[in-house]
């Protein structure tokens, strides 16, 4: 048995204030309600938004579009634009929570991919 994802929520609720930091989440793409609770906690910290992995983003696109997902537009950035912020203003949606070796997360955690690497070596 498993808990619902109401823990899921809530949890993001208590850890997100305390992070001073970026926050990187990976999720299965598919998981919308997953997105959408990360996003509202999100906004309700003041932090934007960038969905990483090409599946990641295509679901969002996709949800949102479709009124499943509903994230202000104004809290929404590509990944390149995040790094105009401060860290205790990111989230970062991305794909690999199973550790694939292409995924967005691991390629992240080796400062490999593209659209998150920075000039100081760390995502």
């Given at each position: ?22 926050i990187?989440?990976?999720?299965f ?14 906004v309700d910290?003041g ?10 983003r295509?679901?969002a696109n ?6 499943y ?11 390149n ?8 203003q ?6 690999g ?6 995924s ?7 400062n490999?991919?593209?659209?998150c ?7």
């Amino acid at each position: 048995m498993t808990q619902s994802e109401r823990v899921v929520g809530e949890a993001f609720r208590q850890i997100f204030p305390q992070r001073t930091g970026k926050i990187l989440i990976s999720s299965f793409a598919s998981n919308v309600h997953r997105m959408q609770q990360a996003c509202d906690v999100a906004v309700d910290c003041g932090r934007k938004v960038a969905f990483v992995g090409r599946s990641m983003r295509k679901n969002a696109n996709i949800a949102r579009n479709l009124g499943y997902m509903s994230v202000p537009d104004d809290m929404v950035l590509r990944p390149n634009e995040l790094a105009e912020l401060p860290r205790h203003q990111q989230l970062i949606l991305c794909t690999g929570s199973q550790g694939e070796p292409m995924s967005a997360m691991t390629r992240i955690a080796y400062n490999d991919h593209p659209a998150c690497t920075s000039s100081r070596g760390t995502p």
